[in-house]
C-alpha cells in the first residue's frame, strides 16, 4: 500500500486487494522467485548495480527503504492465524517473510549458490 500503516484488508477471497497480497507473499516462498526479483529488480532489495552514479543510488536507496516497510507491513498481518490460514505453504511463506526483513539477506539472494542452498533445503529457521 501507499501507506504502510494502512490497515490489512479484511481477509476474504472476493477482496481484490487480499488476494493480490495472498498471491505475493505465497510466491516469496519459492526461492527462483526471490532469485527473479535479485535479478530482475535488484534496487527493491537494496542491491546496486551502479558505482557512479549517485542519483540512481539515492533512488535504489529510497526504493529498498519502502519495499522493506512493505514487507515488513505483510509480515505483521501474514503471522497471524486470521490470515495465515489462507497460505498452502505457512511455513516457508512466512520464513521467506521473515528473512526478508533482514536487510544482509535481502541483499544475498542475488548469489547463486544462495537461491541454490534454499531450493535444496527449504527456507531454513533460523
Known sequence: PADPNQQPPSANLANPRFTLELEFVSSLANPYYLSHLAVNYPGLLGIST?????????????????????????????????????????????????????????????RPQVIEALAGTGIPDE
Do not use: C, V
Open 50 to 110: 551502479s558505482t557512479d552514479d549517485e542519483d540512481t543510488d539515492s533512488t535504489l536507496s529510497a526504493d529498498a527503504q519502502a519495499f522493506a516497510a512493505y514487507l515488513a507491513y505483510l509480515y505483521s498481518y501474514w503471522k497471524t492465524p486470521e490470515y495465515s490460514q489462507f497460505l498452502t505453504h505457512p511455513g516457508a511463506t512466512l520464513r521467506a517473510l521473515k528473512l526478508l526483513q533482514q536487510e544482509t539477506f535481502r541483499r544475498d539472494i542475488i
